[in-house]
Every structure is written in C-alpha cells, then in structure tokens.
C-alpha cells in the first residue's frame, strides 16, 4: 500500500463519517513530529523539548 492511497483512504474516511474536525488535529501531530525528527541531533534540541 502507497502512502498515497493511504492518505487518500484517510481523506475518504473523513467525508464519509462526517469526521473533518480530525483533520486539524492530524496536522498539528504530524507538524509535531516532524519538527521533533528535525531538531532531533542539532543544538536547539534543548530548547525545543522544554517546550514538551
């Protein structure tokens, strides 16, 4: 399985059950994430996890 389709299963499992308001969630934590595996081995880790 693609993560396209994966995705596009995701987006079509939103419209079908009426569920969008997981959309803005579902950002924020990959947004999270991504920012965390980022930062990961530099010099602001420190600074980012006292944020969490």
């Known amino acids: ?5 994966l ?6 499992f ?3 059950h009426k569920k969008l308001w997981l959309l803005p969630i579902f950002v924020v934590l ?3 994430g991504a920012l965390l595996v980022a930062v990961e ?4 880790s420190p600074f980012i996890y006292t944020v969490f």
């Open 1 to 5: 399985m693609s993560k396209l389709s």
């Open 7 to 12: 995705l596009a299963e995701f987006a079509f």
């Open 14 to 16: 939103l419209r079908e």
């Open 30 to 32: 990959c947004l999270l």
């Open 41 to 44: 081995g530099s010099a602001l």
